[in-house]
């Protein structure tokens, strides 16, 4: 090869060999300079919005949460008290504008709206949190999502929503007395929590008792789970006994087996499999033996 060939290509390579050490020395630089301090923010502050999330879901499930199950546990006690008599305190009361004059439906209906009041306090203020990132926030909007479904509510989620809404003041909660009082006098807040009246009215009916006692139950496992030690919460005995085979196989199968998979004892609140009630054998007309036959025979003996 000529000296003048090898020399430019001694050249080619020399600088080839200085570009690519200035690309490493420009690397180098960076990884001891302001870009890497830049990237590093960035991931610091990325990290840390993920943490602010998580810490506001769980300070607000902490803030909530209390309150909620005070409020499902006043109910779950007064539906065990009315279901041990069959719903008999409030069967056939009509009703209209005088139907808190029964106490007991007016227990009963006040129960209710305070815990749907809690409800919507926690579904609008929690538009703004990501719940799920805390494990009893996902719980909760479990529970939520099943005492809403179409076979476990005993109104339609409107009403329900709607008798919340009507529960809540500036400062908190309606009181018991300020409840009835609305009732009374105002037609907007009847026309929403009448709904709920008849429902509660029908209990002496196997269909609507059922339905009540099925809602009772979910309630009661939500306490349960998001209290296991009953620090707020009493501690209560279900009543299995009072489900039929229908609404035993319902919550078995649909509620537990789909919508609450986490709830483990199940059977605590429902009592182990039901049997079929047993059908009474009907006699033909042939094998009915009528008293004087049944003599005749006896003499022909």
Not at 88 to 103: F, S, T, W
Not at 231 to 237: A, D, G, L, Q, Y
Not at 241 to 253: E, F, I, Q, R
């Amino acid at each position: 090869m000529p000296h003048h060939e090898v020399y430019a290509l001694l050249r080619t390579e020399a600088g080839q060999l200085m570009v690519d050490a200035g690309w490493g020395q420009l690397f180098v630089a960076a990884l001891g300079g302001g870009s890497t301090v830049k990237i590093l923010d960035i991931a610091y502050q990325e990290w840390r919005k993920r943490k602010d999330k998580l810490d506001t879901a769980e300070q607000f499930v902490d803030r909530h949460l209390d309150p909620l199950l005070k409020a499902a546990d006043e109910l779950v006690g007064k539906l065990r008290s009315l279901a041990e008599d069959d719903f008999k305190a409030i069967h056939g009361v009509i009703p209209d504008d005088r139907c808190l004059e029964n106490h007991d439906l007016a227990s009963l209906l006040y129960l209710f709206g305070c815990f749907w009041a809690q409800v919507e306090v926690i579904r609008q203020e929690g538009m703004s949190v990501a719940m799920a990132k805390d494990e009893r926030g996902l719980r909760l909007q479990n529970f939520f999502d099943c005492l809403e479904g179409r076979r476990v509510r005993i109104v339609a989620r409107v009403f329900q929503r709607a008798v919340g809404e009507t529960f809540r003041t500036e400062t908190g909660m309606k009181t018991f007395v300020a409840f009835v009082a609305a009732f009374e006098a105002n037609e907007h807040i009847k026309r929403w929590i009448m709904p709920l009246a008849t429902f509660l009215s029908r209990t002496e009916h196997t269909t609507e008792r059922q339905q009540l006692l099925q809602y009772g139950v979910v309630v009661h496992a939500m306490i349960d789970l998001l209290d296991p030690k009953h620090s707020i919460t009493r501690k209560r005995p279900s009543m299995p006994n009072k489900l039929t085979t229908k609404s035993w196989t319902a919550l078995n199968y649909r509620v537990f087996g789909v919508y609450l998979k986490f709830v483990k004892d199940r059977q605590k609140y429902i009592g182990p499999p039901k049997k079929a009630p047993e059908k009474r054998r009907v006699r033909r007309p042939e094998e009915t033996l009528e008293p004087e036959g049944s003599e005749r025979l006896l003499g022909r003996l």
